[in-house]
């Protein structure tokens, strides 16, 4: 006989039990996009968050501003969302105090890739954009995995329906699968050429997605500061 056999002790199914699956995580399926261009930066993100067919907050806050030139774009677990920011901020306010100065985005892409590695073991259950401009004052943009590697990209969607918005902006801004005298090259990237991309993105992904919807917060980032805009989408 086997004793280490886990099929010698079943499971007690004594009448009115109940046994309840544990689930660390919880996913709020939204969605984060972000466009670097030459003097700017854009992201944006759907405040729905849903889980199943439950709709709860319609206007839950995904987009962080971490500084005056940097944007953090968060979609996944909410709680992880709100510590991994609050240990950010934490990082960055040390830096500031050492250094007598607001941390340069790329040495704040570094301090997040670090935050999130040392969670490793049981990892944020986060898809993070950080997007923002480097101290040439070029628009720059991170995208990061669950264990804190990141790229440099000119454009990124990720979290629920990031396979749904990547393909709009791999085709618009990165020019794939195009002839690119049709288009301007990204280097002649205007922001009100890449917010109406995001928005077709997003317009696009609402009709496959049911969990992408209601609007689209948008903050885009310029020397002069942060704006925040807002579109209007399908709402059900």
Same mark, same amino acid.
């Given at each position: 006989?086997?004793?280490?056999?886990?099929?010698?002790?079943?499971?007690?199914?004594?009448?009115?039990?109940?046994?309840?699956?544990?689930?660390?995580?919880?996913?709020?399926?939204?969605?984060?996009?972000?466009?670097?261009?030459?003097?700017?930066?854009?992201?944006?993100?759907?405040?729905?968050?849903?889980?199943?067919?439950?709709?709860?907050?319609?206007?839950?806050?995904?987009?962080?501003?971490?500084?005056?030139?940097?944007?953090?774009?968060?979609?996944?677990?909410?709680?992880?969302?709100?510590?991994?920011?609050?240990?950010?901020?934490?990082?960055?306010?040390?830096?500031?105090?050492?250094?007598?100065?607001?941390?340069?985005?790329?040495?704040?892409?570094?301090?997040?890739?670090?935050?999130?590695?040392?969670?490793?073991?049981?990892?944020?259950?986060?898809?993070?954009?950080?997007?923002?401009?480097?101290?040439?004052?070029?628009?720059?943009?991170?995208?990061?995995?669950?264990?804190?590697?990141?790229?440099?990209?000119?454009?990124?969607?990720?979290?629920?329906?990031? +396979?749904?918005?990547?393909?709009?902006?791999?085709?618009?801004?990165?020019?794939?699968?195009?002839?690119?005298?049709?288009?301007?090259?990204?280097?002649?990237? +205007?922001?009100?050429?890449?917010?109406?991309?995001?928005?077709?993105?997003?317009?696009?992904?609402?009709?496959?997605?049911?969990?992408?919807?209601?609007?689209?917060?948008?903050?885009?980032? +310029?020397?002069?500061?942060?704006?925040?805009?807002?579109?209007?989408?399908?709402?059900?």
């Amino acid at each position: 006989m086997n004793y280490l056999d886990n099929q010698q002790f079943p499971d007690d199914n004594a009448p009115g039990v109940k046994h309840e699956d544990s689930q660390p995580y919880e996913c709020d399926r939204s969605s984060i996009v972000a466009i670097a261009g030459n003097d700017f930066a854009i992201v944006a993100a759907d405040p729905r968050s849903s889980k199943g067919c439950d709709m709860h907050p319609r206007n839950e806050n995904k987009l962080f501003q971490l500084s005056a030139n940097a944007v953090l774009a968060s979609a996944g677990c909410s709680c992880d969302m709100l510590a991994l920011t609050s240990s950010v901020k934490t990082r960055m306010l040390m830096y500031e105090h050492a250094y007598s100065k607001t941390i340069p985005i790329d040495v704040l892409a570094q301090m997040l890739s670090m935050t999130i590695y040392n969670w490793r073991p049981f990892s944020y259950f986060v898809s993070n954009i950080l997007a923002g401009l480097n101290p040439e004052g070029k628009g720059v943009v991170y995208s990061y995995d669950s264990i804190g590697n990141f790229i440099k990209r000119n454009c990124v969607a990720g979290g629920f329906a990031g +396979t749904l918005l990547q393909p709009v902006l791999d085709n618009q801004i990165d020019l794939k699968n195009v002839k690119s005298d049709h288009f301007d090259s990204p280097s002649d990237l +205007t922001i009100e050429r890449a917010v109406a991309i995001v928005s077709d993105a997003f317009i696009s992904a609402i009709e496959r997605d049911i969990y992408t919807g209601d609007s689209v917060q948008i903050k885009i980032v +310029t020397k002069n500061g942060i704006e925040v805009k807002e579109l209007q989408l399908l709402q059900d």
